[in-house]
Every structure is written in structure tokens, then in C-alpha cells.
């Protein structure tokens, strides 16, 4: 699903990169937004088979490709170890179309089960389309689909089909299901008529079901799906024309209100930006305290001062100014305080554990209580990222294999250092801001739900920011035989990352066994060693180019992992 993660991935991958230690971090996910907008599932329209064909043909020759990778399930493709086996899935998000993805690949009869009308999950009904269009997520789920995955969709478990009945007919079967439910505050007025869950509410407008709000909308949350819902609610203002039509009253004012301080909100801040930008009013450090309600229905919001979220521990432990209240007139409440999900369809299920907080008992393996049973995503692990439920899609796949093979499933790799002898790097390269991710005026992205608000890099800006990349597979390789110490590497390194020292300053645990067992051959102080800061180097090459004995090299690593049964890796 790349490219779906290249449009609203949360990119772990940036928080890691070590571009960040200098300045920014190298804007990843745009550049892979960049890079399927050119030659992704969407290109391919109309002939999704052809997309995954071309993905085979391109990945035979990476250089670097991990399990994760088409690439690694060549054998398993080839093999079919599943063909003859049934998988049904639960759900059709992230988590569930990952799975069937990858059993599919091994040959599996997948069949997804989705209770909606169209596959897609919450991506389809809870991002919205500023942030991701509807044709993106129909692309990939193409793509799946074209491997031979089936789909039954407008069919809720539970009521439709029995969960009993869906293991009868299959070798296994994966609960996949999302965290579709907002979960409510337990305050006075909670409810009352206008109260509405921020989950919901992205549904009801995915499906263009969305009623009138009335003048003025509080949205209670301060993460990502909040913003999601608030900067929805501004949309709805300038889209839906037949409120117009039928004189009904449209939103003036959205209100996001939240326990934590703008440092403290775990909404990402592009998100509290762009929402900032748009118009809604933030509040930070304030508690809903009671719905004011008149006849039933919502007048208004009371909130009161948190002083602190978390304690000395960091645990949630928020601590109030019970004397200090804002207030706050509302037509609407939507609460986007947590999601839950609905378990219901596991009735007439005793066999199915529940936990003590009510969630699905599941093993190391992701197999519940019940044989054959398991689960993925948000059900499993709760909300997280996007690529997180992907990788637990992708992990309960593996799972699955194993249990109806028998067969352990491992990976074997192989691993080479490559010598640069011409390594360069681009003039300035280091002292290269990110580039700026391009966005829409404000005033044209909030006219529709469904208009861009980020619309990515061109090629010029693309390659700009690429160049930023410090290329950390290249490294630089030292010979101690070969070193005389002349100190030429430390003097050329414009980070100031390598340092001459006496052996005597080596200790800790960082220290490899193979160099104890030389310094004890003579006293530390008549013992030299190099020390390099890898968060500081920016793998320029200088050293390497300045280095008079070859001492210094730099090197290319290249590695390739392939998934196997466990006896024939």
C-alpha cells in the first residue's frame, strides 16, 4: 500500500532518519508519495495485474530488499504453499488487506468479509478525502484483488453470517476488524441530542450522510482524528450546497479543545498547523466537565483548567483547576476522546478468551483461544499508524502459514560490502534545508471535502530534497594495521565526528571483546584508537580522501533477505 503511506503514513521512518540530528529529517513519505504518483497502483488503473507484474520485475534487481519486500516471496510465489487452503478475513483496512495480500501470494483462497459496501475500512470511511482520495484506495485494493482475492462485502459478521459459520468453511480465519466506535466521556450531558462520536461523523460524511451541525460545532480530542473531524466540519460549511437550499443554519465556528498544552497535543503538527490555519479554534489545557443541554439537546460545553496530563511517571494521570471553567455555546459536540470497536459478533462464540479489559485474548503467534482464529490491526494492538497495522497484516499472514503447513517460516540472507573508490557527495548537500511539501491556498482547500490540501513535490523539488539524503548505507571502513595515526581524518572532518584518543579512554559495554583482548597485551596509555560519532557524520568521504596509507575506505552495504520454509532455507 505504498501509496496510501506515501499520502497520510504518520512516517516513523522520518523520526529515525539521521538527517534529523543535523536539521530536519528527509521528508520520506512525500518522496514516496512522489514516486508512486509516477509509477504506483494508481497508474496502473484498469490493469492492477500489470502493476504487480511490473513490481516482480523491477525488484529482482534491488540491491537491498528485506522480508517485507514482493521480492523476498519469490519462492513462496513460486510454490504456492497454500494453493487448496481457504483464509477468510474479517475487516478490510490496513490490517486485512495486508493479510490477504501476502496469503494470496502464497496461494491461498482469500476471501475478505467486509460489512461496509466497498472495501477499504477506515481508510475509505475514516480519512478523509482532502487526505486521501477514494481513487487511491480503490487503486490498491485492485491490485489485491487481481491476485485472486475475493470479497464479500455489505455482509457484518454477527448478523449477516455468524463468526461459527465463516470457521466452518475455512482453514482459518483472521479478525481484522477496525476500531469504527468513538469512545464516550462519562459527564452530564453526554447524552444528549447533538452529541455525536468523531468516527461516526467521518462515516456519515464519507457517505454523504452527514446532517446538519448548526452554528457552532466543539470538537473534544487533541490527536490526529480530531483535527480529521474539525477540519471536516470547516469543509462541510462551503460544500454542502443543500443546506443552503433548505435555509438550514451551517457551521461558523469549529472549536477544538483538548486536556494537553500545544507542546503536550499528539496530533502531528502539520495537523495543528493547517487546522490552525484553516480557522479552528484551538484550546489547550482545558477538560470537558459537563454537556450543557435544553430540552434534551446541546446548548453549550463547560470545561475546566488541567494543570498537568501525565504524573512524575509519565502515566495519564490529568490533575484539574476544578474553580477555573471556560464555557462555550454549542449547537454540536463530536468527541474524539479514543475508538473502541464492537466485539458483538464473537456471541455464540465461548471458545473466543476475552481479556480483563475486554479485548481478545491472543498468543505470541496471534491465534486466539480458539484454534485457527486470529487477529490482526486495530483489534489486536489497538489504534495505532497505518504501517502499523500493514506489519501486523503482514505478520498474522506468516502466522497463518505456519499453522496450516506445520512448516516453521524463516529467512536467509545474504549480506556484501561494496568499495566506493570515487565516493563523492554533492557540493553543499549538508547545509541543504528540507524542501517545503507544497499545500493548497487555504481558501481553495477548505471549498470541498475531497480537495487537496498537501499536493506533493514536483520533480525539481523531489530530487532537491533526495539530495539531502546522507546515503547511511555508505560508511566509512577503517584498518587499524594500515593507520599511522597521522590525525589527517579528524583535521579534514567538517562535523568534528572523529577523534584521536589513548586506549585508556575506552570503556563500557560499547567496547568489542576482540580489543580487550589486544589492549591487555600493553599498558592503555601506550595504545591509540579512533573514535567516530555516527549521529554526526554526514558520510562525506574527506576522511577517506585525505587518508595517506588507505586506511580509510569508503563502502557501499548491500543485503537481501527471501522468506522459506524453515528446512529448505
Excluded at 93 to 111: I, Q
Excluded at 297 to 325: A, H, I, M
Aim: proline share 4%; with cysteine; net charge negative.
Amino acid at each position: 500500500m505504498a501509496s496510501i503511506c506515501g499520502r497520510i503514513c504518520g512516517a516513523p521512518c522520518e523520526a529515525a532518519c539521521r538527517r534529523g540530528e543535523i536539521d530536519k529529517p528527509i521528508a520520506i513519505r512525500a518522496l514516496k508519495r512522489f514516486v508512486t504518483e509516477r509509477c504506483g497502483a494508481e497508474t496502473y488503473r484498469g490493469s492492477p495485474r500489470g502493476f504487480f507484474d511490473s513490481v516482480l520485475k523491477i525488484t529482482e534487481s534491488l540491491e537491498c530488499a528485506d522480508t517485507e519486500n514482493v521480492w523476498a516471496f519469490r519462492e513462496l510465489i513460486r510454490s504456492r504453499p497454500l494453493r487448496d487452503r481457504k483464509v477468510t478475513v474479517v475487516g478490510s483496512g490496513p490490517a486485512g488487506l495486508a493479510a490477504a495480500h501476502d496469503l494470496a501470494l502464497m496461494g491461498a483462497d482469500v476471501t475478505v468479509v467486509e460489512m461496509e459496501d466497498e472495501l477499504g475500512g477506515m481508510l475509505a470511511l475514516g480519512v478523509p478525502d482532502y487526505r486521501l482520495r477514494r481513487e487511491i484506495i480503490q487503486a490498491e485494493v485492485e491490485v489485491i484483488r487481481s491476485l485472486g482475492v475475493r470479497a464479500r462485502t455489505g455482509t457484518r459478521v454477527g448478523h449477516d453470517v455468524k463468526l461459527s459459520e465463516l470457521r466452518a468453511t475455512a482453514d482459518a480465519v483472521i479478525i481484522a476488524v477496525g476500531a469504527k466506535q468513538s469512545r464516550s466521556l462519562p459527564i452530564p450531558g453526554s447524552d444528549a441530542r447533538g452529541v455525536l462520536g468523531g468516527v461516526e461523523f467521518l462515516r456519515e460524511v464519507a457517505l454523504g450522510e452527514a446532517g446538519s451541525l448548526g452554528q457552532k460545532v466543539v470538537v473534544i480530542g487533541g490527536g490526529n482524528v480530531a483535527y480529521d473531524v474539525a477540519r471536516t466540519v470547516l469543509r462541510q460549511i462551503e460544500s454542502d450546497i443543500s443546506r443552503v437550499a433548505l435555509r438550514q443554519p451551517f457551521v461558523k465556528e469549529v472549536h477544538l479543545c483538548c486536556l494537553e498544552s500545544l507542546e503536550e497535543m499528539p496530533a502531528d503538527d502539520v495537523e495543528i498547523l493547517e487546522g490552525d490555519e484553516e480557522g479552528v479554534i484551538r484550546h489547550n489545557g482545558v477538560g470537558p466537565l459537563k454537556i450543557r443541554t435544553e430540552n434534551g439537546r446541546v446548548t453549550g460545553v463547560v470545561f475546566k483548567k488541567c494543570l498537568s496530563v501525565f504524573d512524575d511517571q509519565g502515566r495519564f494521570s490529568p490533575v484539574f483547576n476544578e474553580y477555573e471553567l471556560l464555557e462555550l455555546e454549542a449547537s454540536s459536540v463530536l468527541m474524539s476522546v479514543g475508538q473502541t470497536m464492537d466485539l458483538s459478533f464473537l456471541e455464540g462464540a465461548p471458545d473466543v478468551k476475552l481479556t480483563e479489559r475486554g479485548l481478545i485474548a491472543f498468543d505470541v503467534n496471534q491465534m486466539t483461544t480458539a484454534p485457527g482464529l486470529f487477529v490482526a490491526g486495530d483489534v489486536a494492538y489497538g489504534a495505532r499508524l497505518l504501517i502499523d497495522a500493514v506489519a501486523s497484516g503482514k505478520q498474522v499472514a506468516r502466522h497463518v502459514f505456519e499453522h496450516l503447513t506445520g512448516r516453521s517460516l524463516g529467512s536467509r540472507s545474504s549480506e556484501a560490502h561494496t568499495r566506493l573508490p570515487d565516493w563523492h557527495r554533492e557540493r553543499d548537500y549538508e547545509k541543504m534545508p528540507r524542501t517545503p511539501i507544497p499545500a493548497a491556498p487555504v481558501d481553495t482547500r477548505v471549498q470541498s471535502v475531497s480537495a487537496d490540501v498537501e499536493l506533493g513535490y514536483d520533480e525539481a523539488s523531489a530530487r532537491r530534497e533526495s539530495l539531502r539524503c546522507l546515503d547511511c548505507g555508505v560508511n566509512t571502513i577503517f584498518d587499524g594495521d594500515l593507520c599511522i595515526l597521522c590525525g589527517g581524518c579528524a583535521d579534514v572532518c567538517p562535523e568534528r565526528c572523529l577523534k584521536l584518543v589513548t586506549a585508556s579512554r575506552l570503556e563500557g559495554d560499547n567496547v568489542p571483546e576482540a580489543l580487550r583482548a589486544r589492549f591487555e597485551e600493553r599498558p592503555l596509555e601506550e595504545m591509540s584508537a579512533i573514535i567516530k560519532d555516527e549521529d554526526k557524520c554526514i558520510r562525506c568521504g574527506l576522511c577517506a580522501e585525505r587518508c595517506p596509507t588507505d586506511a580509510i575506505t569508503m563502502e557501499r552495504f548491500t543485503f537481501q533477505e527471501v522468506w522459506g520454509a524453515a528446512e529448505t532455507i
